[in-house]
């Protein structure tokens, strides 16, 4: 049962970071993070239509914003490929002459919009950039990443007076990087649902933070062939009592939607309804506890029928028109998340 928590029902206003300046990251024939995600999403916003849009123009990075997540050597390493045609850092990640100047503008897009929710000109928004962030770690690209945007945008979030800063991430891939961020931060709860034996090979349950952090990352392995009715299940029964336990003052999403059916690169069963719902639960913990304040990134996602069904399906929540309305009750099959709720049972309250 939705408890009615004074949502308002007023259309929010969502900031959109979108730039054909995204697609000049050339990654080769055949390589499935492609200009083309971009292309598509472009597309698709000339007919998509919502109260309550608001265009928010990207900027590039600084140096000094980068190594707020990333050491200044890495940021030095991969400024070094400008102007390069082609050069490989990992057997995944190929970059081009435009690969950093297109990554510092993937960073800076992501702060442009916390810029202007922080200043209160949108309620929230998504930053459709590429290349994505979540594998790239402090001193290394891998995964498709050279840059962690989420956690680059949780530092100067940090910087900027904001306390507790949580961040869910929903791509089919553990977002290792940006768990290695903030594995020692009490500060920030860390989310991952993830297909679980998989690439990059982290995010087991009981990877749950240290220290003082403890219970500030959870991860949720899912096994492949999992869809909507886990997805859910996971948001319902256990990412929203923790996030509202901890009480959240910013919402920050790394939206992937290679989780999708159609995505060549995983083998899970989401649809864009299952990422309509995991997308209105966080704005329900954004609205109770965060003023309404949630910033997506785009992650994965690599079909492209996949991008145009899944990316509406989210703006339409994030205008915070549907926050009362009931959501289907999950199904999922067998225990798949026992071993999640086992591992944060010492640290929330799960009972409910």
């Known amino acids: 049962m939705v408890r009615r928590r004074g949502y308002s029902r007023r259309t929010m206003k969502t900031g959109l970071v979108l730039d054909r300046r995204y697609e000049a990251h050339d990654t080769g024939a055949g390589h499935p993070e492609r200009p083309e995600r971009i292309r598509a999403i472009r597309d698709l916003m000339a007919h998509y239509r919502r109260d309550g849009l608001v265009d928010v123009e990207p900027r590039s990075a600084t140096a000094e914003e980068l190594a707020l997540n990333h050491r200044p050597e890495h940021v030095a390493r991969i400024a070094t490929t400008a102007g390069r045609a082609c050069t490989a850092l990992d057997a995944d990640t190929p970059v081009s002459s435009q690969s950093f100047a297109t990554a510092a503008l993937a960073a800076g897009g992501y702060l442009r919009l916390l810029e202007a929710i922080m200043a209160g000109d949108v309620d929230n928004g998504f930053a459709f950039v590429r290349p994505p962030g979540h594998h790239a770690e402090s001193d290394r690209a891998m995964g498709f990443c050279l840059f962690n945007n989420v956690a680059i945008g949780a530092h100067w979030l940090r910087t900027h007076g904001v306390g507790r800063i949580l961040i869910v991430d929903w791509d089919v891939h553990h977002g290792n990087g940006t768990q290695d961020s903030f594995y020692d931060d009490a500060d920030t709860l860390y989310v991952s649902t993830h297909q679980y034996p998989f690439y990059p090979g982290t995010g087991a349950a009981r990877e749950i933070g240290r220290g003082a952090a403890a219970g500030r990352t959870l991860n949720v392995p899912l096994p492949a062939g999992c869809g909507d009715d886990e ?76 991008l145009r ?22 199904r999922p099959r067998g225990a798949v998340l026992d071993p999640a709720r086992a591992a944060q049972a010492p640290y929330w309250d799960l009972s409910a």
Not at 309 to 330: I, K, N, Q, Y
């Open 231 to 306: 997805y859910v299940a996971a948001f319902t029964d256990l990412v929203a009592p923790v996030a509202r336990q901890f009480r959240p003052e910013f919402v920050l999403i790394s939206a992937g939607f290679d989780a999708d059916h159609r995505d060549p690169l995983a083998g899970m069963q989401a649809t864009e309804e299952g990422f309509r719902a995991m997308t209105r639960v966080l704005m329900r913990v954004a609205h109770e506890s965060a003023g309404g304040r949630v910033a997506a990134v785009l992650e994965g996602g690599y079909d492209l029928a996949a």
């Open 309 to 330: 069904a899944a990316v509406p399906a989210v703006l339409d929540e994030l205008a915070g028109t549907t926050l009362v309305e009931p959501l289907a009750t999950p």
